[in-house]
C-alpha cells in the first residue's frame, strides 16, 4: 500500500512538466513535499546504473523534496573523488559533477562503514561530498524517516 501511494505521487511528479506546458492532470492533489530515501549497490562496474540515484536524488531535490542517500557494496567506492570523476554513465556527466551538485545541495549520503572499510574508502573519501559512514541502524532510521511523510 505504501509503496502503491509512493508511486502515484512518484507519477504525478513525472507528469508535472506536461501540466506547466497547458496539460491537465484530474485530481492533482497540490504539490507535497516528500521525503525520499535513495539506496544504491550499484558501482563502477556499470557507470549508468551507478549514476541513477545520484542523479535522481538531484532531479527530486530540486523539485523540492528532501532527499537522502544510502550506499552499500560497490557503491562506496564512488565516495573516492578519482573515481567518481572517472564514471561517466551513458548521456550524462561523470559521477563526481552529480556528486559535487549533491554536496552543494547538502544532500546527505551515508556510506556503509563496513563496505568501506572492505573497499579501502576512507573518511577522507567521505568529506569529498559531505558524506558519512551509515551503519544498519542509521539504514533503518533513514526508511523510517522516509516512510513518516507517505502515512502521515
Not at 559533477?97 to 574508502?121: F, M, N, P, W
Not at 573518511?123 to 551503519?135: P, R
Request: aromatic share 8%; with cysteine.
Amino acid at each position: 500500500m505504501i509503496r502503491r501511494l509512493f508511486m502515484s505521487r512518484l507519477a504525478q511528479l513525472a507528469a508535472a512538466p506536461f501540466v506547466m506546458a497547458g496539460g491537465s492532470l484530474e485530481g492533482q492533489a497540490t504539490h507535497k513535499s516528500l521525503k525520499v530515501l535513495m539506496k544504491s549497490a550499484w558501482g563502477s562496474d556499470d557507470p549508468t546504473k551507478a549514476a541513477f540515484p545520484f542523479l535522481h536524488g538531484l532531479a527530486l531535490a530540486e523539485a523540492g523534496h528532501e532527499v537522502q542517500i544510502f550506499l552499500l557494496e560497490e557503491a562506496v567506492g564512488l565516495m573516492r573523488k578519482t573515481l567518481a570523476n572517472a564514471v561517466t554513465p551513458v548521456g550524462w556527466p561523470p559521477v563526481g559533477e552529480t556528486l559535487d551538485k549533491l554536496a552543494a545541495k547538502h544532500i546527505q549520503i551515508y556510506a556503509c562503514g563496513a563496505c568501506s572499510r572492505a573497499r579501502g574508502v576512507t573518511e577522507a573519501d567521505l568529506l569529498n561530498y559531505g558524506a558519512k559512514f551509515g551503519n544498519p541502524t542509521i539504514f533503518v532510521s533513514l526508511v523510517e524517516w522516509a516512510d513518516r511523510v507517505i502515512t502521515e
